[in-house]
T-cell receptor, first 115, second 108 residues
């Protein structure tokens, strides 16, 4: 399977714990994006990378959230001191860098539940 | 006001019906436009891009009116397998802005 992969697929944690999610983009894609989706809503943009550079962060990305893409390949999204409001599906997407109008391909998501 | 607004759902239609989804966007600088489909508890998948001249893909027709900042999707001869949430999406400065989605349920 050469699509976007995410790990883990599901995560249950207690409030206050830290969690980290991983995303592996499609191999030739330079751009990588993180979105968050809550029940009954469309996905909301969090941040994106061009290779290893983080180019934009949404104001939704509080200081408890940090994303990295150290070698321009896979990316991690860490949430520190989780809150119940962080419960959502976290989606990763990737696209080639031939222009901003390139289609973004989504991974299956990581579903987070904070108790 | 949300940047991308869609018709509230759900839409419940019989097989074979024609169904239309409408969407408006607020930022006239939006660069490109899409419809994504999302099945229950799955990731969004691109259904089709939307062009100013209108475009068709089988039973699906998408229209864009830049002057009115309005996007539509028409599904003809709906199938049971069309049941999903349809997301109107605009592309702004590298990121996708999604509507809240409209749920479609096609019944036998």
């Amino acid at each position: 399977d050469t699509g976007v992969s995410q790990d883990p697929r599901h995560k249950i944690t207690k409030r206050g714990q830290n969690v980290t999610f991983r995303c592996d983009p499609i191999s030739e894609h330079n751009r990588l994006y993180w979105y968050r989706q809550t029940l009954g809503q469309g996905p909301e943009f969090l941040t994106y990378f061009q290779n290893e550079a983080q180019l934009e962060k949404s104001r939704l990305l509080s200081d408890r959230f940090s994303a990295e893409r150290p070698k321009g390949s896979f990316s991690t999204l860490e949430i520190q001191r989780t809150e119940q409001g962080d419960s959502a599906m976290y989606l990763c997407a990737s696209s080639p860098s031939r222009g901003f109008q390139e289609t973004q391909y989504f991974g299956p998501g990581t579903r987070l539940l904070v108790l | 006001r949300k940047e991308v607004e869609q018709d509230p759902g759900p839409f419940n239609v019989p097989e074979g019906a024609t169904v239309a989804f409408n969407c408006t966007y607020s930022n006239s600088a939006s660069q490109s436009f899409f419809w994504y489909r999302q099945d229950c508890r799955k990731e969004p998948k691109l259904l089709m891009s939307v062009y100013s001249s209108g475009n068709e893909d089988g039973r699906f027709t998408a229209q864009l009116n830049r002057a009115s900042q309005y996007i539509s999707l028409l599904i003809r001869d709906s199938k049971l397998s069309d049941s999903a949430t349809y997301l109107c999406v605009v592309h702004q400065g590298g990121k996708l802005i999604f509507g809240q989605g409209t749920e479609l349920s096609v019944k036998p």
